[in-house]
T-cell receptor, first 112, second 116 residues
Framework: GNSVTQMEGPVTLSEEAFLTINCTYT??????LFWYVQYPGEGLQLLLK?????DKGSNKGFEATYRKETTSFHLEKGSVQVSDSAVYFC???????????FGAGTRLFVKA | KAGVTQTPRYLIKTRGQQVTLSCSPI?????VSWYQQTPGQGLQFLFE???????NKGNFPGRFSGRQFSNSRSEMNVSTLELGDSALYLC???????????????FGEGSRLTVL
């Protein structure tokens, strides 16, 4: 079945460090891939998305590239800030079944 | 444009009671999905509605039910509450893309249910 696997957290980084959060997926067809972010006390919000192979999604300095050959969608940021502290969810959409499938989430802590 | 609105934001119930949660989607969005978020299980899909029809349901017992009204507002109900139902319940709406499946989801802030 369709599934998403992302690296376990928490991830703790110092400000200005490089961030990578790994995400791999299993899916049939041509899914869309998403990264959502959840700040404390809030719901999820879309961070970036990619709808086909080799697409790169980007937003707020975050990037992720849809790699069909490795079934991956890793999230990267060159220089994290304290305000990036949140939980990040990789997600799989448009797999049929009218639902989005989420990874377990990775909590990021950024220290000043 | 107003976002997704969920009410109530917080509630406390006791075992055996029932609860109804409400979700108003973004204007023009006709698809509404519900998710349960817990520390141990992450985000679990409950159900999705479009034009008052449930199109998919997650692996939850029959105590969990939902509905959607003609104005796209949605409610979910949990009957005979158990301690394990304590969670953040998130509603998300979506503007249907051309392929008819859910694309980008817009989430509300959630309803945090505590069962004592």
């Amino acid at each position: 079945g369709n599934s998403v696997t992302q690296m376990e957290g928490p991830v703790t980084l110092s400000e200005e460090a490089f961030l990578t959060i790994n995400c791999t997926y299993t899916a049939t067809g041509y899914p869309s891939l998403f990264w959502y972010v959840q700040y404390p006390g809030e719901g999820l919000q879309l961070l970036l998305k990619a709808t086909k192979a080799d697409d790169k999604g980007s937003n707020k300095g975050f990037e992720a590239t849809y790699r069909k050959e490795t079934t991956s969608f890793h999230l990267e940021k060159g220089s994290v800030q304290v305000s990036d502290s949140a939980v990040y969810f990789c997600a799989l959409g448009r797999t049929g079944g009218f639902k989005t499938i989420f990874g377990a989430g990775t909590r990021l802590f950024v220290k000043a | 444009k107003a976002g997704v609105t969920q009410t109530p934001r917080y509630l406390i119930k006791t075992r055996g009671q029932q609860v109804t949660l409400s979700c108003s989607p973004i204007s023009g969005h006709r698809s509404v999905s519900w998710y349960q978020q817990t520390p141990g299980q992450g985000l679990q899909f409950l159900f999705e509605y479009f034009s008052e029809t449930q199109r998919n349901k997650g692996n939850f017992p029959g105590r969990f039910s939902g509905r959607q009204f003609s104005n796209s507002r949605s409610e979910m109900n949990v009957s005979t509450l158990e301690l394990g139902d304590s969670a953040l319940y998130l509603c998300a709406s979506s503007f249907l893309p051309d392929r008819g499946d859910t694309g980008e989801l817009f989430f509300g802030e959630g309803s945090r249910l505590t069962v004592l």
